[in-house]
């Protein structure tokens, strides 16, 4: 049995490519495969990216020469390539130069667009956190000093 699907795991992001040597028509053998690596990702705990082979994604869809596909697109076919691809942006650091990390950066940015002030509300939740922490403990042994005289010790020894 040929194996029309291929699994590789990089970090936390797992990519599914397709390729039965022709067009990917989905087949049940294919779709058992697809299954089981889906499986596979699944018990690895990471994000799915599902591919074709270069050029070809599925049986009965034809992309026109010199376009790309785009699935937010009306007839998912535009001639705009895709705006990140390997080696784009090189990064000092070591990291290497890919789609995926360019991917991680992006959503990292924009969590940071979406809420730029989330590190500084953390720490003032764990301010007031420890503040009603010691707050209760204060509470509880003043009680504990304005009922004493009504509650001698040896009342609760009984």
Sequence with gaps: MN???SYRLDQ???TIT???GKVNALSPAMLSQIGAALDRAEADRATVVLTGRQGVWSAGFDLAPGMHYNIAFPGHQI?????LFDGAVPYTDGTKPTVDNYARDVSA??????EPKLEERHELGARVVIFLIAFCVIMFLAKRTVWARL???AAHTA
Aim: aromatic content about 14%.
């Design 3 to 5: 194996p029309f699907v």
């Design 151 to 153: 509650h001698p010790k």
């Design 12 to 14: 936390s992001i797992a």
């Design 109 to 114: 940015f924009l969590m940071w667009v979406a």
């Design 79 to 83: 001639a705009m390539p895709p705006p």
């Design 18 to 20: 397709l390729d039965d």
